[in-house]
């Protein structure tokens, strides 16, 4: 039978312990869920004197770990599971329900670069999909090459891979269900700041893709999304251009810092969000 508590949780980090009295626990692993999503991963490796003299093993029983919460008020709603049991660490007084989420819950926003690592780990990723969650979480964007073809994959007349199912591929991997993908044709900026208030009104996800039978790019200052949303007119400073291109799609982040440097008409795919429940 497995004892434990969560003691701490904020924004960026959970902590607690976590007993067993028939087996040594430390070096384990835990991981930190909200409903299904995975939002962090550590391991049992800290000393705790007040559970050592409580005569609780050998008092290396505490964990504490980097988590991502996009919101603090779900703060509530986070449990700790030891890897390879199904026994749940609650928080005192939490009350555990299912809930229908108006967002899906996004591994960019929801899982910290230690659970992508974790997920590595088990290969449940494969080399494509771990290089994509990585780079969107530190850079919010990532070029994914549409010459890359899945295993047994036919190729298409012209060697590439379809955009549009590609672009759901990838979605589906974010969000960890099938999603709803909306298509747009961005002709000037003005479509671009259309699509960046529907983001904002919380009718499409943060992560777009763009795909042009024309070469173009897009100005993006890496990791500012982790800053929080920008506003459209924001001073760029320190901006990488991203190409967008036949032979490839480009995933990016709306919260990041950007320029539109476009002059032909872009094709964006988006996720659809539903209203919530």
Same mark, same amino acid.
């Given at each position: ?22 087996a040594?626990?430390r ?8 409903d299904d ?15 050592a ?8 029983l ?25 026994a ?10 299912r ?5 899906? %819950? &996004?591994? $960019?926003?929801?899982?910290? =670069? ?5 997920? #590595?780990?088990? /290969?449940?990723?494969? *080399? ?5 969650l ?8 990532y ?19 379809d ?11 974010l969000?960890?269900? %099938? &999603?709803? $993908?909306?298509?747009?044709? =961005? ?5 671009? #700041?259309?699509? /960046?208030?529907?983001? *904002? ?27 929080g949303?920008c ?17 490839g ?13 476009v ?9 659809v ?5």
């Amino acid at each position: 039978m497995l004892k434990g508590a969560i003691d701490h949780i904020s924004p960026n980090e959970i902590g607690g312990w976590i007993y067993s009295a028939t087996a040594s626990l430390r070096n384990h692993t835990v991981l930190a869920f909200i409903d299904d999503a995975c939002i962090g991963a550590g391991r049992v490796d800290l000393y705790r004197e007040d559970l050592a003299d409580a005569g609780l093993g050998d008092g290396f029983l505490g964990f504490k770990f980097p988590v991502n919460l996009a919101n603090i008020d779900e703060a509530p709603l986070v449990v700790v599971k030891l890897e390879g049991s199904d026994a749940v660490i609650i928080q005192p007084s939490a009350r555990l329900v299912r809930r229908t989420l108006s967002r899906p %819950r &996004t591994i $960019v926003t929801a899982r910290t =670069l230690a659970s992508i690592e974790w997920m #590595r780990a088990r /290969a449940w990723l494969d *080399q494509t999909e771990y290089d994509f969650l990585r780079m969107m979480f530190r850079f919010g964007a990532y070029d994914l090459s549409l010459r890359q073809r899945r295993p047994g994959e036919k190729p298409s007349s012209d060697g590439l891979r379809d955009p549009l199912e590609t672009a759901q591929d990838m979605f589906d991997l974010l969000c960890n269900t %099938r &999603t709803e $993908v909306a298509t747009d044709v =961005l002709t000037q900026e003005s479509g671009w #700041r259309s699509l /960046a208030e529907r983001f *904002q009104e919380g009718t499409t996800e943060s992560i777009i893709a763009l795909w042009s039978p024309q070469r173009a790019s897009i100005a993006l200052v890496e990791g500012s999304h982790q800053d929080g949303a920008c506003s459209p007119d924001e001073e760029i400073v320190g901006a990488v251009d991203y190409a967008v291109a036949p032979d490839g799609l480009l995933f990016i982040d709306l919260r990041c810092r950007l320029k539109w440097k476009v002059e032909h008409p872009v094709r964006c795919y988006s996720v659809v969000l539903g209203e919530s429940a």
